[in-house]
């Protein structure tokens, strides 16, 4: 059976989508930690990040970072901070959080509140920078 980031990236599942690219999808978070929390996936699922072949972790990280760029351009955070964890979804991916201080990447805060609207605003204006 798909992973629910498997249905998303196959449109099954709609998405505040970021960017694409034929191996990589990005796409907010819809619990965020920060306003523009964004997660990114191969498409190709594989459970655990450390499983993928060498290229495409690294390619992963590669568009990861595009995301990133685009992301801080659009946000104007300060940095953006990464994090793997991978446990709540069988599927690897990366969290990217804009950051302005080290407590904006703490998991374990209330997550923020945006409507529907918010969250199609932010997906826009990181995707126009990327």
Known sequence: MASIF?????????????????????????NPVQPGHTLVIPKRE???IYDLPDDELADLH???KRVAVGMRK???CKKVGVA???LEVPHAH???IP???????????ERAQ?????MQVIANSIAEQI
């Open 46 to 48: 594989v459970d655990y």
């Open 6 to 30: 498997s249905r998303i990236a196959a449109g099954e599942i709609p998405s505040y989508k970021v960017a694409e690219d034929d191996r990589h999808y990005a796409f907010l978070d819809i």
């Open 62 to 64: 590669l568009f990861a």
């Open 84 to 86: 793997v964890i991978g």
């Open 94 to 96: 990366i969290h990217l």
């Open 99 to 109: 950051i302005n201080s080290e407590a904006d990447m703490r998991f374990d805060r």
């Open 74 to 76: 659009a946000l104007g």
């Open 114 to 118: 945006l409507t529907p609207e918010q």
